[in-house]
Structure formats: structure tokens, C-alpha cells
């Protein structure tokens, strides 16, 4: 069953931008901590920014500091990740993930729940 949907995935020049969004289930509820995790083909998936739904604290990549902010509404039921200055190594599948991670926040075994990935293509 789907856990988590993510959209707003596409093509973009470099430079350019695009809005990541992810929306919570049922299933996820009782999540924590929401984030954002990229595998480029040939590469490890890596974290790339999270967010506590209660508290609002954020968590990046070194990699995308400066050029992506992760947010949510208040309820935590949706994330988004703005992605600004995109590069084309920033061209990945991203996934939408919740779980209950403590520090360090990014080890793939503590999110639980994971969407099917939506496809970012940055262009040079």
C-alpha cells in the first residue's frame, strides 16, 4: 500500500527550481520525523533534509544547505522541500520518508514508511 505520495518532480535547467511535496497517510500519523532522501543511478541513497511534524526542526545535507528548505504546515501532515540553485548533480530520484529517528537523523533504517519516489532532472 502506498505510505507516503510524493509530486512536483520534473525537468529543470541548472539554476533553476522546483517544489518537492509530500503528503502524510493514516499509515504515518504517528511519525516523528518527515524527510527527503535522493539515489542518483550508480550512487548510495542519501539523506538530504528532515523535519520533526511537531516541533519544526530541520536537518540538511551538507550538499544543499543554502539552496533547499524543507517546511511544513501545521499540522505536519505535509512536507515540502523548495529546491533553488539546482545543479545537475542534484539530479535524483527523491523520496518522501517518516519515521522516528533520533540523532543521526539521516540512517535509512529508522524512517519506516517511504513513498515511490518522483524524479528530479536538472539540466546543464
Known amino acids: 500500500q502506498v505510505q507516503l505520495v510524493e509530486s512536483g518532480g520534473g525537468s529543470v535547467q541548472a539554476g533553476g527550481s522546483l517544489r518537492l511535496s509530500c503528503a502524510a497517510s493514516r499509515y504515518t500519523s504517528r511519525s516523528r520525523l518527515m524527510g527527503w532522501f535522493r539515489q542518483a543511478p550508480g550512487k548510495e541513497r542519501e539523506g538530504v533534509a528532515a523535519?520533526?511534524?511537531?516541533?519544526?526542526?530541520?536537518y540538511y545535507a551538507d550538499s544543499v544547505k543554502g539552496r533547499f528548505t524543507i517546511s511544513r504546515d501545521s499540522a505536519g501532515n505535509t512536507v515540502n522541500l523548495q529546491m533553488n540553485s539546482l545543479k545537475p548533480e542534484d539530479t535524483a530520484i527523491y523520496y518522501c520518508?517518516?519515521?522516528?529517528?533520533?540523532?543521526?537523523?539521516?540512517?535509512?533504517?529508522?524512517?519506516?514508511?517511504w513513498g515511490q519516489g518522483t524524479q528530479v532532472t536538472v539540466s546543464s
Open positions: 520518508a517518516a519515521g522516528s529517528a533520533a540523532w543521526p537523523i539521516f540512517e535509512e533504517y529508522k524512517y519506516k514508511y
Open positions: 523535519i520533526y511534524r511537531d516541533d519544526g526542526d530541520t
